[in-house]
């Protein structure tokens, strides 16, 4: 009788796949690369990934994960530190474990475009859960409130900013090894500073969920609500709260009649600090410096994804596959950020990642 309930549990199971269409995850990596012993161990890439069955729907997985899960989670974090940088700009740093071993490793989450302390609450809470270790979330200029003396902000953040931010949680637990994952458009920050960085990076290893590749493009395949739903989210958090602060931009008037991020990133350029798109563009696309990284780089993305869409990745998957230390997981299912499993009690697939990733590089390095 077990044998047989067996039996039509995994025809039920087989049959939900084929019905949502779970898959295994493909992998965009070097063969005999220094990726492939680590992503062998990764149980989850041996699996299919089954989401959420209720959650099928891309549309419906966004939004549930942006309008509800994000409500859901309680956290209190331990701390926040505000940082003053070089130029008299104002960052920030929220702390969770920050009472842990002064040799427990810190985890820095990089967040999305327009994160906040609340809005990343998940993500730290599974990785610090999960690992065990450190969080530190770098907060980027004029996100949550923060007040802005320098007129500067920069969608993707600023790899001087972050380098400050670095140098202060080193100083602060300077036996503490360091690990990154970026959120969104978060991955543009850290995909950039690794690669300006090269082998001088501090970080051991690093997760970017749902990039954008190439910031120059990216922006053109995001769905078209969400596009104007984020353009004018853009408006309410970093233009009509500073309206002093922009007074004497000349371009202001070209940024708030932006209809798309697409519009908005290729005119906000002066905001940033560069006096026109171009010098913008070669600064801070990561694109540019991608062949550089030596950090072990893990990448996740839903083909499913309505905002940093999937297709922004087709022309640098021979670039992937020609560097030993990076790799590109993909999933039909997933949306943007999401990755939910379970049914009633979901949990990221994406966050358990990530912090198996961290725990098998750790192991590495000792």
Request: glycine share 6%.
């Amino acid at each position: 009788m077990k044998n047989l309930l067996n039996k039509i549990s995994q025809q039920i199971v087989q049959q939900l796949d084929h019905i949502a269409a779970n898959e295994k995850p493909k992998l965009y990596f070097q063969p005999q690369g220094k990726l492939e012993n680590t992503l062998d161990k990764l149980s989850q890439l041996q699996q299919k990934y089954r989401p959420t069955l209720w959650l099928s729907n891309r549309h419906a997985h966004l939004l549930y994960f942006d309008l509800i899960k994000k409500r859901r989670i309680r956290l209190s974090y331990d701390r926040i530190d505000h940082l003053t940088m070089q130029d008299g700009g104002m960052t920030a740093i929220v702390w969770l474990g920050k009472d842990l071993p002064a040799q427990t490793p810190t985890i820095l989450i990089l967040h999305t475009i327009t994160g906040t302390p609340e809005s990343m609450r998940e993500l730290a809470r599974d990785l610090h859960q999960y690992t065990g270790w450190r969080i530190a979330l770098c907060l980027r200029r004029g996100h949550a409130g923060l007040p802005m003396p320098v007129a500067k902000i920069n969608l993707f953040g600023s790899t001087a900013d972050l380098r400050e931010q670095l140098a202060y949680i080193q100083k602060r637990y300077p036996e503490s090894d360091l690990y990154a994952m970026g959120s969104s458009a978060g991955t543009g920050l850290l995909v950039r500073y690794l690669g300006e960085e090269a082998e001088k990076t501090p970080l051991k290893a690093a997760f970017a969920l749902c990039p954008g590749y190439n910031t120059e493009l990216g922006f053109r395949n995001v769905h078209p609500l969400y596009s104007k739903v984020m353009t004018q989210k853009l408006f309410k958090k970093f233009i009509y709260p500073y309206r002093q602060t922009w007074q004497n931009t000349a371009t202001l008037q070209r940024v708030t009649a932006s209809k798309t991020l697409y519009e908005f990133e290729q005119a906000y350029y002066e905001m940033a600090g560069y006096p026109d798109y171009d010098s913008y563009n070669q600064a801070t696309n990561p694109i540019y410096v991608l062949q550089n990284i030596t950090t072990p780089l893990l990448v996740l993305n839903a083909e499913d994804d309505p905002i940093c869409h999937i297709a922004n990745f087709e022309p640098y998957k021979a670039v992937v596959e020609n560097m030993p230390n990076i790799a590109v997981v993909t999933t039909p299912k997933g949306s943007h950020c999401g990755f939910y499993e379970g049914f009633w009690q979901t949990r990221s697939w994406a966050s358990r990642l990530a912090a198996d990733f961290f725990l098998i590089e750790a192991q590495k390095n000792q």
